[in-house]
Each structure stands twice: as C-alpha cells, then as structure tokens.
C-alpha cells in the first residue's frame, strides 16, 4: 500500500527535484521533548549555515547569525532561564522546569537579528523577509539530515538579560532552533488546503 509520502502530488522535471520537494512535503516542527543526542555534528551545522545563507537576501545584507549551545553552552542557557525564573517568582519544581526547557534538546541555535532601520535601499521588511527565510531553510536542512526541529521564542526571547548574553548592540534575539534526533516519526499538526492561500491577481 503506498504511503501519505508517496501519494504528495510532486511536479518536477528530474526524479532528484521530485525526491526533494517530497522530503520537503514532510518537514513537521519537532519539540524539544522528542529530542535526544546524538545532535547535528559541526559538519551538519555548516551545512545549516550555508543553507540559510541561500535564503533570498536583497543585496546579500545577511541581517542574521546563529548562536550554538551544546554541552556547556547549553549549561549556560539553563543557568540564563533559572536565573529568569527566579526574577519571576519561581521556586523549587517551578525553577527545574526553566533549566529541563533550555536543556532538552541536545543543539540549540539561537537566532540573532541585525536590522538596519534606516537602510536607504533595503527596508526593514525586506530585511527581516531574510530572517524569515533563514530560518526555514536552517530547520528544513535539519530536516533533510534526519533531525527533527522547531523554532521556539515567548517571554524568554525578549527578556533583556537573556538578550544581553546572545547579542551584541543594534542585535535582537529572535529565539531558538532547538534541533536533535526524533524519539519517533514527527506528527502533523494539521494540515491547511493550500487553496486557502493560493489566489489570482
């Protein structure tokens, strides 16, 4: 019996093309929970870079980078999110549950914008457009190595001392990538007819 995957209606002009957008068809956000190590190796995270780098960018301004935690990096994001916690009442169980939530998944890539808002040729729209599609093309390149992800941010984004330790003046924290292998296959969230968002001009 085919599959859900082999039943995608996928053009294409070469089989690699078809296999591609297949694939592509499949990428569902995995939390951090049904992550586990082994992670994406310093290779695969090249390649993340570099995927996010083919993202459209109006005159290559590269309004982005990416900030890794593993091992001890990780430790530091948990000491971060205890330390927020605590600046907001938590205790006990309350102050595990902010360290469990930074040190779930085994990578976790922080976001970090740079838009320049007086930018004479490329508005901040079309800047934060390249944010956008970094992003995609970063967990979709997860995706594809076998690793599942998901884009998380909230509060803790725009907490200004967990802003201070990710980003430099004139930087804003977008949130995180928190990446690793699948305790099992990702769940659909539910899917949209893509005839909700396809009109004529």
């Known amino acids: 019996m085919a599959s859900e995957e082999d039943e995608l209606p996928v053009p294409g002009d070469t089989p690699e093309g078809r296999d591609a957008l297949r694939l592509l068809l499949t990428r569902y956000s995995v939390s951090a929970r049904h992550l586990r190590e082994p992670g994406p190796t310093d290779d695969e995270l090249w390649a993340v870079a570099m995927a996010a780098l083919r993202a459209p960018d109006h005159e290559k301004r590269i309004p982005f980078r990416f900030v890794v935690a593993r091992g001890e990096g990780l430790e530091r994001l948990a000491a971060l999110f205890v330390d927020y916690g605590r600046r907001h ?9 902010e360290r469990e939530k930074a040190m779930q ?4 890539i922080a976001v970090i914008a740079r838009i320049d808002p007086d930018d004479e040729v490329v508005p901040a729209h079309e800047q934060w457009t390249a944010v956008g599609g970094a992003i995609a093309n970063a967990t979709n390149a997860l995706h594809f190595m076998g690793f599942g992800a998901k884009m998380v941010a909230g509060a803790r984004a725009r907490d200004p001392a967990i802003v201070a330790a990710h980003c430099s003046e004139g930087e804003m924290l977008v949130g995180w990538i928190a990446t690793g292998t699948m305790d099992g296959p990702p769940k659909p969230r539910g899917e949209i007819d893509p005839a909700a968002i396809l009109t004529r001009l």
């Open 105 to 108: 998944a085994p990578v976790v």
């Open 89 to 97: 009442g938590k205790l006990g169980p309350d102050l595990d549950r």
